[in-house]
C-alpha cells in the first residue's frame, strides 16, 4: 500500500473507530445530501412543438393532490396502469382512451412527488375520472358505514367540514419553490392559489384532484399526451 492509501485507511480507522467522530461524520454526510436533495432540478423536458399546448391542473387540484399524500391514500392506491389487457379492462374505459389507455409520463409533469405508487390494495386509480363523477367521489370519502370495505376504508368526511389546513400562503410558496427549480409554472398560476383555495376544504381539494385523473387522455380519445 502507498504512502497516501496508508493515510486513507487510518484516517477512516479513526473515525470508526471512534463514537464521536462517527456520529459527526453521519451527520456531515447527511447535511450534504441533504442540501444536494434540496437543490436538485426538475428534470427539464420540451414543451414546445406537439407538447405546447400542455397545462398544469388547477392549483385546487394541485392543493388536493397534497392532501391525497397527507392522508396515504397512496398507500393503498396505485396510480400505475400497467400494460396488460385485463388491467386496462378492468380499471380503464379503454374505448374512451383510444390507443392510449395506459399513463404517459407526460400526466405527471406537474406533480411533485408523483403518487403513482405501488402498493395496490384498492383498485389503481390513473383513469378514475372516466368512472366517477363528482358525486360519486364525495359519497365515497364521506362514508359513514363501517359494513363494507369501500365505506369502512373511507372514513374522510371531517375533510369536508372545515376549511382548516387551505392556507393558501403556503401552497403559494410551494408553487414559487417549484419555480424555482424550473417547473414551467406562471406569475399567474402562483396568483391563482389564493382565488383557488378561497371558501374550499380539504376535501373539496381532494374530489377535485381526483377528478383529474385520466381526465385529458379520456377528453382528447388518448392524444392530450403523446
Ligand atoms: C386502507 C386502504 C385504503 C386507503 C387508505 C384508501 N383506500 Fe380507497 N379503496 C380501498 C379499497 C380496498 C377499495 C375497493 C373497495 C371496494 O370496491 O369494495 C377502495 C376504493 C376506492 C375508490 C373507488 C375506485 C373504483 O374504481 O371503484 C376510490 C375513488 C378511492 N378508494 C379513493 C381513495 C382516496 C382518495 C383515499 C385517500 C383519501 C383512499 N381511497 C384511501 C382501500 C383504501
Same mark, same amino acid.
Given at each position: 500500500m502507498s504512502e497516501k492509501e496508508n493515510k486513507i485507511v487510518s484516517t477512516l480507522d479513526g473515525i470508526l473507530k471512534d463514537p464521536l467522530k462517527l456520529a459527526g461524520a453521519v451527520i456531515g454526510a447527511t447535511a450534504v445530501l441533504g442540501i444536494f436533495a434540496i437543490h436538485m432540478h426538475f428534470e427539464?423536458? =420540451?414543451? *414546445? #412543438? +406537439? %407538447? +405546447? *399546448?400542455l397545462s398544469p391542473e388547477s392549483a385546487l387540484a394541485m392543493k388536493g393532490q397534497e392532501v391525497y399524500m397527507q392522508e396515504g391514500c397512496q398507500y393503498c392506491h396505485s396510480q400505475n396502469l400497467r400494460s396488460l389487457d385485463w388491467e386496462v379492462a378492468r380499471f380503464a374505459d379503454a374505448d374512451a382512451y383510444g390507443y392510449y389507455p395506459l399513463p404517459h409520463m407526460m400526466e405527471y409533469y406537474f406533480e411533485a412527488p408523483s403518487m403513482r405508487g405501488s402498493e395496490r390494495k384498492g383498485p389503481d386509480l390513473s383513469r378514475l375520472a372516466g368512472s366517477m363523477n363528482r358525486e360519486d367521489l364525495e359519497g365515497l370519502l364521506q362514508?359513514?358505514?363501517?359494513?363494507t370495505l369501500r365505506a369502512g376504508h373511507h372514513r374522510f368526511g371531517h375533510l369536508f367540514q372545515?376549511? +382548516? #389546513?387551505?392556507?393558501p400562503l403556503f401552497l403559494s410558496w410551494r408553487v414559487r419553490m417549484m419555480m424555482n427549480a %424550473? +417547473? =414551467?409554472?406562471s406569475d399567474s398560476y402562483q396568483k391563482s392559489v389564493f382565488e383557488q383555495l378561497d371558501g374550499q376544504t380539504r376535501g373539496d381539494a381532494l374530489v377535485e384532484y381526483l377528478l383529474t385523473l385520466g381526465r385529458k387522455q379520456s377528453e382528447f380519445a388518448g392524444k392530450y399526451f403523446q
Open positions: 427539464v423536458l =420540451p414543451t *414546445h #412543438g +406537439a %407538447r +405546447a *399546448h362514508s359513514t358505514k363501517s359494513d372545515s376549511e +382548516a #389546513g387551505m392556507s %424550473r +417547473a =414551467p409554472l
